[in-house]
């Protein structure tokens, strides 16, 4: 199968690269980038651990092929954290114990990003339903969802 | 990792060049618009194209337009059409449906085409190939002479239509515009569905459903869906129901439709029969029950089918009773619960 080129930028940095078509862009960040942040869960769309940002809309990488990203930018959960500082959302699930395995958060903390990007303020039931594609066998969600509140009065207050 | 099978790549430009690449890829090319139903679909070897034709960055394939008669092009996110605040306001039912497909995740990149064309769904077909192959594939292939896993003395496949959005805009008497290189067809939306879980679309291989268009009768909808979570499942049952009531609350027009119990968004035919009736509780109740007849769940998606059977009534007459206004905590224990979901969620 001919490789195509493929330029995007991931986390903010230019990416040029060649791939076979049937590549997910799952794959590429994982296996050709080593940005292994991003998880491989069911592989079907329906677990959201490895959601990214596409274009600033979260999305399950797992269903995108790589060649669809041309031009586009992508954010992992490598590129929350700025410098040294982590994102206000990383600090709060921290803190709320909103972790256990760990295996779902990376997808959690890209999907709570987009939503508090959007709707600084968002109720509990925005944050439900946003986070609604996302699953967690730890936690039992309402940690998470307490993360996610605590974090956007964090903002809200800088 | 399940990796999607080879196939070449096409980025369309235009809807005329994607027109053109698939009818010049032959019956194994397919479009590649959200992805959300092929990738999986293609992961698990259900399907097999040597040819995308991406949509991506047909720009005229997006948009809704609500002036008069609504138009929604086919490749317009779902995502899209939840925001929409003119949809949500002038056509219910789409609005509800929309909202509960899938996860927000998926409606982000999934298209109002996409789930028009999604396929249909069996417990004993949307298993990986290595399942598949240990107990002997069905009559939909790879090959040729497999079985019904659900019906195993039958000849057809009764995999079951799996849209949301399809017996919604049916209710809501939509149209479909399918392009083709040949040229443009206008067809009413459920013409598109034929009742074959093998071969559930009467459009050919080669062309495009390009838009989606809801004339602008005043019309009251809803949709209720039943599933195992609020999230992520597809339907186990769909009721659309759409009614234009008149002077003394005369229903003028009637278009009830369930999903998920045929292979084919199921328009019931005693729809008609409410046309001059008012909403009375004898009248859901006979309606209710004829067209849960029509109902003919099998054992081949989640839930017990003569549960699915009896949701199926229930749904119907919840459905009709929130359209006559009634409140939604006097219904039965799950019509209550759906109701006041829809509502807690979408109002």
Redesign the interface.
């Given at each position: 199968?001919d490789k195509?080129r493929l330029a995007l930028r991931v986390n903010g940095e230019p990416v040029d690269l060649a791939i076979?078509?049937?590549?997910?862009l799952l794959?590429v960040l994982r296996e050709d980038l080593a940005l292994t942040g991003t998880k491989?869960g069911c592989?079907?769309?329906?677990c959201?651990a490895c959601?990214v940002l596409?274009d600033t809309?979260?999305?399950?990488s797992?269903?995108?092929?790589a060649?669809?990203c041309?031009g586009a930018d992508v954010v992992t959960v490598e590129g929350l954290a700025q410098d040294a500082r982590l994102d206000p959302l990383q600090e709060a699930f921290s803190d709320c114990g909103a972790t256990q395995c760990g295996y779902c958060t990376p997808g959690f903390l890209i999907?709570a990003k987009a939503l508090l990007d959007e709707r600084p303020q968002a109720t509990r039931?925005e944050i439900a339903?946003?986070l609604?594609?996302?699953l967690c066998r730890c936690t039992g969600y309402i940690q998470i969802f307490e993360a996610v509140e605590q974090a956007a009065r964090r903002i809200s207050d800088e | 990792m399940m990796r999607a099978g080879r196939f070449r790549y096409h980025v369309a430009s235009t809807v005329a060049d994607a027109a053109a690449a698939l009818a010049d890829g032959g019956p194994h090319a397919r479009l590649l618009a959200g992805g959300t139903d092929l990738i999986p679909n293609m992961k698990r070897r259900q399907d097999t194209p040597d040819l995308l034709v991406s949509l991506r960055h047909v720009g005229e394939l997006r948009g809704i337009s609500v002036n008069g008669e609504t138009a929604i092009h086919a490749g317009t996110s779902l995502d899209d059409i939840v925001k929409s605040a003119a949809i949500r306001a002038v056509h219910p039912a789409l609005h509800r449906a929309a909202s509960q497909i899938a996860s927000p995740l998926i409606r982000n990149t999934a298209t109002l085409g996409g789930n028009l064309c999604v396929d249909t769904r069996c417990n004993y077909y949307n298993q990986t190939f290595e399942w598949r192959k240990s107990i002997g594939f069905c009559l939909r292939g790879p090959v040729p002479d497999g079985i019904c896993w659900v019906a195993p003395s039958g000849r057809r496949c009764w995999a079951t239509a799996s849209s949301d959005s399809a017996p919604a805009l049916i209710a809501l008497g939509a149209r479909l515009t399918l392009l083709s290189r040949e040229g443009e067809r206008d067809i009413p939306l459920e013409e598109l569905y034929a009742d074959d879980g093998a071969c559930p679309l009467t459009k050919r291989a080669d062309e495009i459903v390009t838009s989606i268009r809801i004339p602008s009768r005043v019309v009251r909808s809803t949709y209720w869906k039943l599933r195992r979570r609020g999230s992520i499942d597809f339907p186990a049952l769909g009721v659309a129901a759409a009614i234009r009531p008149g002077p003394h609350g005369v229903i003028e027009d009637a278009r009830i439709v369930l999903g998920a119990v045929a292979s084919h968004p199921l328009l019931v035919p005693e729809s008609q029969l409410l046309i001059g009736r008012t909403l009375t509780d004898n009248v859901i109740e006979e309606f209710a029950e004829g067209a849960a007849r029509h109902a003919r769940p099998l054992d081949n998606t989640d839930f017990a089918m003569t549960w699915r059977k009896s949701v199926a009534r229930s749904f119907l007459s919840g459905a009709l009773r929130e359209l006559r206004g009634d409140d939604p905590s006097t219904f039965p224990l799950l019509a209550r619960e759906t109701a006041l979901r829809n509502g807690w969620r979408f109002e």
């Amino acid at each position: 199968m001919d490789k195509v080129r493929l330029a995007l930028r991931v986390n903010g940095e230019p990416v040029d690269l060649a791939i076979a078509p049937n590549r997910t862009l799952l794959e590429v960040l994982r296996e050709d980038l080593a940005l292994t942040g991003t998880k491989h869960g069911c592989e079907l769309g329906e677990c959201g651990a490895c959601a990214v940002l596409l274009d600033t809309r979260p999305v399950l990488s797992c269903l995108v092929l790589a060649l669809e990203c041309e031009g586009a930018d992508v954010v992992t959960v490598e590129g929350l954290a700025q410098d040294a500082r982590l994102d206000p959302l990383q600090e709060a699930f921290s803190d709320c114990g909103a972790t256990q395995c760990g295996y779902c958060t990376p997808g959690f903390l890209i999907t709570a990003k987009a939503l508090l990007d959007e709707r600084p303020q968002a109720t509990r039931a925005e944050i439900a339903e946003a986070l609604s594609g996302n699953l967690c066998r730890c936690t039992g969600y309402i940690q998470i969802f307490e993360a996610v509140e605590q974090a956007a009065r964090r903002i809200s207050d800088e | 990792m399940m990796r999607a099978g080879r196939f070449r790549y096409h980025v369309a430009s235009t809807v005329a060049d994607a027109a053109a690449a698939l009818a010049d890829g032959g019956p194994h090319a397919r479009l590649l618009a959200g992805g959300t139903d092929l990738i999986p679909n293609m992961k698990r070897r259900q399907d097999t194209p040597d040819l995308l034709v991406s949509l991506r960055h047909v720009g005229e394939l997006r948009g809704i337009s609500v002036n008069g008669e609504t138009a929604i092009h086919a490749g317009t996110s779902l995502d899209d059409i939840v925001k929409s605040a003119a949809i949500r306001a002038v056509h219910p039912a789409l609005h509800r449906a929309a909202s509960q497909i899938a996860s927000p995740l998926i409606r982000n990149t999934a298209t109002l085409g996409g789930n028009l064309c999604v396929d249909t769904r069996c417990n004993y077909y949307n298993q990986t190939f290595e399942w598949r192959k240990s107990i002997g594939f069905c009559l939909r292939g790879p090959v040729p002479d497999g079985i019904c896993w659900v019906a195993p003395s039958g000849r057809r496949c009764w995999a079951t239509a799996s849209s949301d959005s399809a017996p919604a805009l049916i209710a809501l008497g939509a149209r479909l515009t399918l392009l083709s290189r040949e040229g443009e067809r206008d067809i009413p939306l459920e013409e598109l569905y034929a009742d074959d879980g093998a071969c559930p679309l009467t459009k050919r291989a080669d062309e495009i459903v390009t838009s989606i268009r809801i004339p602008s009768r005043v019309v009251r909808s809803t949709y209720w869906k039943l599933r195992r979570r609020g999230s992520i499942d597809f339907p186990a049952l769909g009721v659309a129901a759409a009614i234009r009531p008149g002077p003394h609350g005369v229903i003028e027009d009637a278009r009830i439709v369930l999903g998920a119990v045929a292979s084919h968004p199921l328009l019931v035919p005693e729809s008609q029969l409410l046309i001059g009736r008012t909403l009375t509780d004898n009248v859901i109740e006979e309606f209710a029950e004829g067209a849960a007849r029509h109902a003919r769940p099998l054992d081949n998606t989640d839930f017990a089918m003569t549960w699915r059977k009896s949701v199926a009534r229930s749904f119907l007459s919840g459905a009709l009773r929130e359209l006559r206004g009634d409140d939604p905590s006097t219904f039965p224990l799950l019509a209550r619960e759906t109701a006041l979901r829809n509502g807690w969620r979408f109002e």
